[in-house]
């Protein structure tokens, strides 16, 4: 079983369009949660962390369940730029090895 | 550009040849890693250096991977008697401290073994 699992997608929406994807992990000893954003043939860069308790920043809102192991990821009033590869990311127990999902892929549409 | 620099950004080869990687992480982080990414898989670990001691490595580096770290700064990543199956994205990435501190990549290292 892979560490992070995500459904590949890809999810093709409406500019202004809400879209949410999940992710799920295995090693409940997990510490950290984020989500990287990766464009095509581009290094992933990090989009936001994902708290416990759930954090929004700007049109993205990031949930966590610890107890189903899952992650999500919403995005509101879809724009054309945020047409890209959302990864789901793990810090495994140790504070160094960043486990990846395969990566949900979001096409935004005029 | 004080981001981490990587280079060749592009290297095509035959099999059997060997192949070396560049990584210039920012200057001032001490945690450096590896990964590699196929098409349509998101990046895997590789190995992990801090300053110059390389702590992990993973399963998936086979004898003909090696990197290094000499005096903590950049690292190199080598292959040697590469395969078609080693064509992929190397990326090298840093941080200072803890990767719970931001991990920046650099732009990667696009192999293809031909």
């Known amino acids: 079983r892979k560490e992070v699992e995500q459904d590949p997608g890809p999810f093709n929406v409406p500019e202004g369009a809400t879209v949410a994807f999940n992710c799920t992990y295995s090693n409940s000893a997990s510490q950290s949660f984020f989500w990287y954003r990766q464009d095509c043939r581009k290094e992933p860069k990090l989009l936001m962390s994902?708290?416990?308790s759930g954090n929004e920043d700007g049109r993205f809102t990031a949930q966590l369940n610890r107890a189903s192991q899952y992650i999500s990821l919403l995005i509101r009033d879809s724009k054309l730029s945020d047409s890209a590869t959302y990864l789901c990311v793990v810090l495994s127990s140790n504070d160094y090895k960043l486990s990846f999902g395969a990566g949900t892929t979001v096409t935004v549409r005029a | 550009d004080t981001g981490v620099s990587q280079n060749p950004r592009h290297k095509i080869t035959k099999r059997g040849q060997n192949v070396t990687f560049r990584c210039d992480p920012i200057s001032e982080h001490n945690r450096l890693y590896w990964y590699r990414q196929t098409l349509g898989q998101g990046p895997e670990f590789l190995t992990y250096?801090?300053?110059?001691?390389?702590?992990?490595k993973s399963r998936l580096l086979s004898d003909r991977f090696s990197a290094e770290r000499p005096k903590g700064s950049f690292s190199t990543l080598e292959i040697q008697r590469t395969e078609q199956g080693d064509s992929a994205m190397y990326l090298c990435?840093?941080?200072?401290?803890?990767?719970?501190?931001?991990?920046?990549f650099g732009e990667g290292s696009w192999l293809t073994v031909v």
């Open positions: 994902v708290y416990s």
């Open positions: 250096f801090q300053n110059e001691a390389q702590l992990e």
């Open positions: 990435a840093s941080s200072l401290g803890p990767v719970g501190n931001t991990i920046y």
